[in-house]
T-cell receptor, first 112, second 110 residues
Framework: DGGITQSPKYLFRKEGQNVTLSCEQN?????MYWYRQDPGQGLRLIYY???????QKGDIAEGYSVSREKKESFPLTVTSAQKNPTAFYLC???????????FGPGTRLLVL | AQRVTQPEKLLSVFKGAPVELKCNYS??????LFWYVQYSRQRLQLLLR??SRESIKGFTADLNKGETSFHLKKPFAQEEDSAMYYC????????????FGSGTKLNVKP
């Protein structure tokens, strides 16, 4: 999982602003995921992608958007429509349907 | 509905004591279950998966379909076991979806 990088480590968002969180991997994994981690709530799936140029909504996709133009990259945009964006965001990758997931170090998003 | 429940937010034990972190699930098929661990300032990482039937760092977990449980156990806890533990379930209709419990923080006291 050293091959998954997330940037920045901390991100501050102003009211009404869109911000983008980066996730890059060099593991050659097909699947990529975005989770939101809140205290006492575990991990909740925002979006996932099984292949380039394709992605699906997870359980809490409202207020978020993603793209998968390259196998290595799966950026997450937190839009102004997300009213409670303060959280820890985790990116993960997976090799195939039957494999487990590998996690990045995370990005903490704070609202100013 | 597919759901994972970890009833304990915090579990404190003394070093050398047995530890059991509880995980219950709801699932309408043959589940595939995992335990993940997150040590302080480290990434979330896989600890073990039930299909491997393995013991990692002295931890084991047995799937009990009758009780729909997948509790994580270790006979003698060590201080370095202190971490956040998450139980996870792979989706039935979509293998790419994982359902995570809310996590249990294990604190092993000296």
């Amino acid at each position: 999982d050293g091959g998954i990088t997330q940037s920045p480590k901390y991100l501050f968002r102003k009211e009404g602003q869109n911000v983008t969180l980066s996730c890059e991997q060099n593991l050659n994994h097909d699947a990529m995921y975005w989770y939101r981690q809140d205290p006492g709530q575990g991990l909740r799936l925002i979006y996932y992608s099984q292949i380039v140029n394709d992605f699906q909504k997870g359980d809490i996709a409202e207020g978020y958007s993603v793209s998968r133009e390259k196998k290595e990259s799966f950026p997450l945009t937190v839009t102004s429509a997300q009213k409670n964006p303060t959280a820890f965001y985790l990116c993960a990758t997976g090799r195939t349907e039957k494999e487990t997931q590998y996690f990045g170090p995370g990005t903490r998003l704070l609202v100013l | 509905a597919q759901r994972v429940t970890q009833p304990e937010k915090l579990l404190s034990v003394f070093k050398g004591a047995p530890v059991e972190l509880k995980c219950n699930y709801s699932y309408s098929g043959s589940p595939e279950l995992f335990w993940y661990v997150q040590y302080s300032r480290q990434r979330l990482q896989l600890l073990l998966r039930h299909i491997s039937r393995e013991s990692i760092k002295g931890f084991t977990a047995d799937l009990n379909k009758g009780e729909t449980s997948f509790h994580l156990k270790k006979p003698f806890a060590q201080e370095e076991d202190s971490a956040m533990y998450y139980c996870a379930l792979r989706g039935l209709y979509n293998f790419n979806k994982f359902y995570f419990g809310s996590g249990t923080k294990l604190n092993v006291k000296p």
